[in-house]
């Protein structure tokens, strides 16, 4: 069995606790079996049956075999990740049940895939990257790391999502563009150029 430890226990890790119980239903030997919080009021409650137990540095009091960082911020997802990942840790995917994956498709460690996800052929997803309720990775997308592809978003065939990027709620990127390292797509926005590092694209219209 993969017992697994979720970082964080607000509504994103919510969210992955039962993304993970779903995955049991479906008879995969998962179980999630605590979650850590820094939020000491948060400690002794317990989400969806899974228990608040204490804080983040207290993993190793926790038996599991993988962890996956439950944070939205994306800076702070990434620092988690790198963290425990340099102390070996090891990650687990969560991956709804009504997700449809590719068979080609590659997925990195701490990522999780919500329902009614879709990832087309040759796309290559980061470690710890959220893909959120209902969103489209079209064909040969590459996906960096720590990323977040909103609810409802949808990427068309061959876009390069940069490290860190947040492609905001309902956006449409078109295919073949560039989103840079730790740019923000607002919600709704459509993409028709290439977004530079660092910058946020609201409503993005121009030609």
Not at 2 to 23: C, E, K, P, T, Y
Not at 128 to 138: G, H, R
Request: glycine letters at 14%; charged letters at 15%; hydrophobic letters at 45%.
């Amino acid at each position: 069995m993969s017992r697994v430890v979720i970082i964080g226990a607000g509504g994103h890790a919510q969210v992955i606790a039962d993304i993970l119980w779903r995955m049991r239903d479906a008879g995969l030997d998962v179980l999630p079996v605590a979650y850590l919080d820094d939020n000491a009021a948060l400690h002794g409650q317990a989400f969806l049956d899974v228990p608040v137990v204490g804080a983040v540095d207290q993993l190793g009091q926790v038996e599991h075999e993988a962890v996956i960082v439950a944070i939205g911020n994306g800076r702070i997802r990434q620092k988690l990740f790198l963290g425990l990942q340099a102390q070996g840790v090891q990650f687990a995917v969560a991956r709804h049940p009504t997700a449809v994956i590719a068979p080609d498709v590659q997925i990195g460690p701490g990522t999780m895939i919500c329902a009614n996800v879709v990832v087309n052929t040759g796309a290559v997803i980061g470690q710890n990257v959220i893909l959120n309720t209902a969103c489209t990775v079209d064909h040969h997308n590459c996906i960096g790391n720590h990323a977040h592809i909103a609810p409802g978003a949808h990427l068309g065939g061959d876009v390069q999502v940069g490290e860190g990027t947040l492609v905001g709620i309902g956006a449409v990127v078109l295919p073949q563009r560039r989103l840079g390292d730790w740019s923000t797509v607002g919600g709704g926005a459509v993409v028709v150029k290439d977004v530079v590092a660092g910058t946020t694209a609201v409503r993005y219209h121009t030609g």
